[in-house]
């Protein structure tokens, strides 16, 4: 367990929260989108609007499985974390570049491999930086920042197109969150740089 950082939540608990509002805010400038791209841009059918997204939610639900397994099995969890969230990261906005569905879809089960290795690990990190009487809290400040990050993104991807950006665009700006994500986990975790966070 960690020392709170002015005698509120512990450091790890506000940096993961903080990725989680980035991250989300970076996912959903693009995925409210994707079924407009893949129709219009692309001339996929509904039915291939649904093949994507079960096949990338079915992949993050199996590996979020694994991923815990290989946890527990002494493999990082930090590394598992990073990795997953890089991985996301830096495919979401390839599809800007997308031609084909086929190629959507591999992006997005990519992006689901990601979110899949790094939430159970996510998960454990939130659970052992606290006492148990605490971690409702932990996780409840979480679960805020992940949906604050929900609003975020759709509010973003909203302002660039009122402002002419094109569907590509948007996805490419997702990157700058994403990028932030990367940068907090490393200055956060893996380097520990003090936060400047007061409660």
Wanted: hydrophobic fraction near 55%; include cysteine; glycine fraction near 12%.
């Amino acid at each position: 367990m960690q020392p709170t950082v002015a005698g509120r939540l512990p450091r790890t608990v506000l940096v993961l929260g903080f990725v989680s509002l980035l991250n989300d805010a970076a996912s959903e400038m693009i995925t409210p989108l994707l079924p407009l791209f893949l129709t219009v841009a692309l001339g996929a059918g509904p039915a291939i609007v649904g093949v994507v997204e079960g096949v990338a939610e079915a992949t993050a639900s199996v590996l979020k499985v694994v991923s815990g397994r290989l946890a527990d099995r002494g493999l990082g969890g930090r590394r598992l974390v990073l990795g997953g969230y890089s991985l996301s990261v830096l495919v979401r906005p390839a599809v800007a570049v997308a031609t084909a569905w086929g190629f959507v879809l591999a992006l997005r089960f990519l992006d689901r491999v990601g979110k899949g290795l790094r939430t159970a690990p996510r998960d454990a990190m939130i659970a052992a930086a606290v006492p148990a009487g605490a971690r409702g809290g932990a996780f409840g400040f979480q679960r805020t920042m992940d949906h604050a990050g929900a609003v975020i993104g759709p509010l973003c991807a909203f302002a660039l197109l009122t402002a002419g950006s094109e569907l590509s665009s948007v996805f490419l700006w997702s990157l700058v969150p994403g990028l932030a994500v990367l940068a907090l986990i490393v200055l956060g975790l893996l380097i520990s740089i003090p936060l400047i966070i007061y409660g």
